[in-house]
């Protein structure tokens, strides 16, 4: 109750002291909106990786906002998704046939109420979601974000009550070149608080887990031995790159990998 009261207070607190500040951000953000390219979703949405003809087949659903659309690359392959299912099925030694179901400029509302219906498969042996951003950028209170993560797990798991969920860490704002530093530090620590939230909201639900470290490039460089700057990890300053995509992709499927109830999923299939 104190932590729902302290976030609370902390968001609110924060929309306060920005009010007089809101004409400033206004500005910039039209400024940013401007000067970012409009980059394309990415293309071929479904697929399947066959790890050395493997006669065990997992599906996996990738559900969320622009990231998970695979805005910044050309195809879903080279993006988050198809990096994720190759990564997967080397792990786990098996085939693993994907599908995205993603928009961009999506909150967790709309990603609830117009993909999840979308969704076509009877069977899903994982549901992997990537979504705050949005929520963030429409500056989303922490109680409706709650709301809102529960009414997608409560759909979800209506419609596949045995397959595990797993969330994505949330979008690193505070990393985005093309952001001035207002915004970095307003919309950045929003986005912090609603993966606080997050974190929080699913204690409510069995088989459903979130990978909730905040992602700095520094550690990512450091960690995975990359020689880029951080101007490589952005498509358009905002949007991810391949080398992001990537990246991200593996650090997840390492972690799913060694989430021992996710890996009983996998190896009792």
């Not at 953000?29 to 697929?47: D, F, H, N, T």
């Not at 979308?118 to 042996?125: A, L, M, P, R, Y």
Request: net charge positive; with cysteine.
């Amino acid at each position: 109750m104190f932590d729902d009261f302290y976030m609370n207070f902390k968001y609110y607190l924060g929309a306060i002291l920005t009010v007089p500040l809101l004409p400033i951000m206004y500005v910039q953000g039209k400024r940013i909106m401007a000067r970012v390219p409009k980059l394309s979703e990415a293309k071929a949405p479904k697929g399947s990786i066959n790890f050395l003809k493997s006669r065990k087949t997992m599906q996996l659903v990738v559900l969320g906002e622009s990231t998970i659309a695979g805005v910044g690359v050309n195809t879903h392959e080279e993006g988050f998704t198809g990096t994720l299912a190759t990564e997967l099925s080397k792990l786990f030694q098996c085939t693993i046939d994907w599908n995205v179901y993603a928009k961009s400029g999506y909150t967790a509302q709309k990603i609830t109420k117009k993909l999840v219906p979308k969704i076509k498969e009877d069977v899903i042996d994982l549901i992997v979601i990537g979504i705050g951003g949005n929520d963030a950028f429409k500056l989303n209170s922490p109680k409706k974000w709650r709301k809102s993560i529960h009414d997608l797990l409560d759909t979800l798991q209506s419609k596949y009550p045995a397959t595990p969920i797993v969330f994505c860490n949330m979008p690193p704002i505070k990393e985005f070149p093309a952001f001035t530093t207002l915004l970095k530090n307003t919309m950045g620590t929003l986005v912090e608080i609603l993966g606080k939230e997050l974190q929080k909201a699913i204690i409510d639900y069995n088989d459903v887990y979130y990978y909730g470290e905040i992602i700095t490039l520094a550690q990512w460089i450091k960690r995975h031995e990359l020689k880029a700057s951080k101007a490589d990890f952005f498509s358009d300053g905002v949007h991810p790159s391949q080398l992001t995509y990537q990246t991200w992709a593996k650090e997840i499927a390492a972690k799913i990998f060694n989430t021992a109830e996710l890996k009983n999923v996998f190896v009792s299939h």
